[in-house]
């Protein structure tokens, strides 16, 4: 069940549950915490599992004034702070997976393991590193709910969608263009230039073999800066693997999370 922490200004939904040491897990530029439906029961009988809706997504409630990736990391941290917890695993997907950095190399006495998923280095833009799909889901996610057909196509592998079609109207239920949705487009291309270098905590990296919107090698590539880094391909995976893949997923992050 949720609950509303007066957070930062902000009425922060978030949702606690499981057994065992604490996991963060923040979403991508679309989502919410309901992103992690599938794969949270993979992950609640290991760690008491913490999902929120960031700034201008799901339930929560801000000012209406455009985040920064700063300002979602220190989010994050006072969420933590918040909960009782000083330090955590965090597990970040696509943009969340951006936020994790943020956070690591802003508070990093407060992060134990990093698992970053299908995302891309800070602060390399995606608009430089994949410029024609960025420049085509810009677009796409401008005519939201009506361009949520072919929005999927980009997340989902053409396999996946024909054994599950309901997964073509995976964006319909986002709400039509507005002020807060330019908000958070404007959050989604904040490129704050901050040292993932820095970032000293064991860390995992899972790419999906058939990512168009960050592709493998991007994901990869954050081993270049992050000193002490594991890398996992999925097969047949496309960007969401919690949705696609979540008991994979899982077993990758808890076998991790896990070691001494």
Not at 66 to 82: C, F, I, M, N, Q
Not at 110 to 134: D, F, G, I, K, Y
Not at 140 to 163: G, K, M, N, T, V
Not at 167 to 178: D, G, V
């Amino acid at each position: 069940m949720a609950e509303v922490i007066e957070l930062r200004g902000t009425q922060t939904y978030c949702e606690v549950a499981g057994h065992g040491p604490p996991l963060l897990m923040l979403h991508g530029a679309e989502g919410s915490r309901r992103q992690f439906t599938a794969i949270r029961p993979e992950l609640e009988p290991h760690f008491t599992v913490i999902t929120y809706d960031q700034r201008d997504c799901g339930d929560t409630a801000n000012p209406e004034t455009p985040a920064t990736l700063v300002t979602l990391a220190d989010d994050a941290k006072a969420l933590l702070e918040a909960l009782g917890y000083p330090t955590a695993h965090v597990f970040g997907t696509s943009f969340g997976g951006r936020v994790a950095q943020a956070l690591t190399a802003r508070h990093a006495a407060a992060v134990r393991r990093l698992v970053l998923a299908s995302t891309w280095p800070l602060p390399l833009s995606l608009a430089t590193a994949n410029a024609e799909v960025a420049h085509v889901l810009g677009q796409l996610r401008s005519q939201l709910p009506a361009s949520a057909e072919l929005l999927a196509e980009y997340f989902y592998p053409p396999d996946y969608l024909a054994a599950h079609p309901a997964a073509r109207r995976h964006f319909a239920s986002a709400p039509a263009r507005s002020d807060r949705s330019d908000r958070r487009r404007e959050t989604v291309t904040d490129n704050s230039d901050l040292n993932i270098a820095r970032i000293g905590q064991p860390t995992l990296l899972i790419a999906g073999a058939m990512d168009r919107i960050v592709p493998p090698e991007l994901t990869l590539a954050l081993a270049e800066s992050i000193s002490d880094t594991q890398a996992i391909v999925l097969p047949g995976v496309g960007h969401l693997g919690v949705t696609q893949a979540p008991a994979a997923v899982a077993r990758h992050v808890v076998d991790f999370l896990s070691r001494d």
